[in-house]
């Protein structure tokens, strides 16, 4: 589904991703994992069009796409949930919800409305809130209600961990294990590299702009070197 090759991203003299190779196919969820500075965010931001590639090519679906704007990828199927959520906090819970169907032209909004409230009880409470007076794990609920409401095919995740509580993190992360279950494909950056591993088929390990591992999660959760630099083992 998923197909990056070469890429590079730089600012200004900064080389933050120096060529790197990825592959993401349907129905996968794969983790990318790394320290903070590794390049993971900005590699998401490249694949969605926030960030212009220095060089190297994506394909989504068999389709180039490295030149193609951020509403068009929208439409296409593929979806960010940005690091630090990224809501409208002066907006409702409804309204951000509703902005994540945008660009749809479909009569199935208002249905996927409330299913998105029957996925996430707390936003359905909470649907005339401003979402800036929400939790922080309640603003990550609506991070992602409001990236299905595009109707995702390819689901990006940029630390969607960061910042919560244990219990809130543990939810958060079944619902990551529910939305692949229905079929979405999820590539998840996540710093919790264990948590990451252990709901993905597969992994890959950036450090300095490189990837520098990748393989089964399996492996790569019982591989020394991630245990030493990630796991804390």
Partial sequence: MLEVRGLQVAYGG?????????????????????????????????????????????????????????????????????????????????????????????????????????????????????????????????????????RPKLLLLDEPSMGLAPLMVQQIFEIIRNVAKEGITVLLVEQNARRALEISQRGYVMESGSIALSGAAAQLLADPRVKNAYLGE
């Fill in 14 to 150: 900064i080389q933050a991703v120096k060529g790197i190779d990825l592959d993401v196919a349907a129905g996968e969820m794969v983790a990318l994992i790394g320290a903070n500075g590794a390049g993971k965010t900005t590699t998401l931001k490249a694949l969605t069009g926030l960030i212009k590639p220095a060089a190297g090519r994506i394909k989504y679906n068999d389709i180039e796409i490295t030149a193609l704007p951020t509403f068009r990828l929208v439409e296409m199927g593929l979806a960010l949930v940005p690091e630090g959520r990224g809501i409208f906090g002066r907006l409702s819970v409804r309204e951000n919800l509703e902005l994540g169907a945008y660009r749809r032209r479909d009569d199935a909004v208002a249905g996927d409305l409330e299913r998105i409230y029957q996925m996430f009880p707390r936003l359905a409470e909470r649907r005339a809130q401003t979402a800036g007076t929400l939790s922080g794990g309640e603003q990550q609920m609506l991070a992602l209600g409001r990236a299905l409401m595009s």
